[in-house]
T-cell receptor, first 113, second 112 residues
Framework: NAGVTQTPKFQVLKTGQSMTLQCAQDMNHNSMYWYRQDPGMGLRLIYYSASEGTTDKGEVPNGYNVSRLNKREFSLRLESAAPSQTSVYFC????????????FGQGTRLTVV | DQQVKQNSPSLSVQEGRISILNCDYTNSMFDYFLWYKKYPAEGPTFLISISSIKDKNEDGRFTVFLNKSAKHLSLHIVPSQPGDSAVYFCAASIYSGYALNFGKGTSLLVTP
């Protein structure tokens, strides 16, 4: 059982380049999330999608856009990458009902040079 | 402003002893609390949770205690094992919300 799958696992971008991080879950979850993890900062929420067709900003949304393509897939786009976006990105999903845990993907390590 | 705080960046414990990881929160609206464990190069994995209607939840070697009046929770691991060495994140969510707010994590090292 795959759970939450993120692609790619590693990426190096030049400043100003764009890219899309892909995320798919096979657990029939309603809610999906994008977090970034930086040293000493824990995990910070970028965007989330409470259900198919809806997206909302999290704590650090600037410089990112998201698309909830369908119930399974939630992508994160960097339109013009900046060195400050060098981070490890995690996608997660949950059933979206109260008091349920989120399941995380393996992460995408992104470096912007 | 960090709403979930883990003030100890690291903790070292001997194998077989108790590990106690602490977490404080500032938002009184938080209603559900979770602990995640993270190994290097992997995503966080869910460990244990507690609802605000309880003050204790136990799952094998792991117990989470919640003190709502102090806005404090703790994770006890007894006995600690070397395989428990990882970064532990405390997280919280608001009753009507979906997204988790995470602390910065505590790196636990269990030595043989």
């Amino acid at each position: 059982n795959a759970g939450v799958t993120q692609t790619p696992k590693f990426q190096v971008l030049k400043t100003g380049q764009s890219m899309t991080l892909q995320c798919a879950q096979d657990m029939n979850h309603n809610s999906m999330y994008w977090y970034r993890q930086d040293p000493g900062m824990g995990l910070r929420l970028i965007y989330y999608s409470a259900s198919e067709g809806t997206t909302d900003k999290g704590e650090v949304p600037n410089g990112y856009n998201v698309s909830r393509l369908n119930k399974r897939e939630f992508s994160l786009r960097l339109e013009s990458a900046a060195p400050s976006q060098t981070s490890v990105y995690f996608c997660a999903s949950s059933r979206g009902v109260l008091n349920t845990e989120a399941f995380f993907g393996q992460g995408t390590r992104l470096t912007v040079v | 402003d960090q709403q979930v705080k883990q003030n100890s960046p690291s903790l070292s414990v001997q194998e077989g002893r108790i590990s106690i990881l602490n977490c404080d929160y500032t938002n009184s609206m938080f209603d559900y609390f979770l602990w995640y464990k993270k190994y290097p190069a992997e995503g966080p994995t869910f460990l244990i949770s507690i609802s605000s209607i309880k003050d204790k939840n136990e799952d094998g070697r792991f117990t989470v205690f919640l003190n709502k009046s102090a806005k404090h929770l703790s994770l006890h691991i007894v006995p600690s094992q070397p395989g428990d060495s990882a970064v532990y994140f405390c997280a919280a969510s608001i009753y009507s919300g979906y997204a988790l707010n995470f602390g910065k994590g505590t790196s636990l090292l269990v030595t043989p």
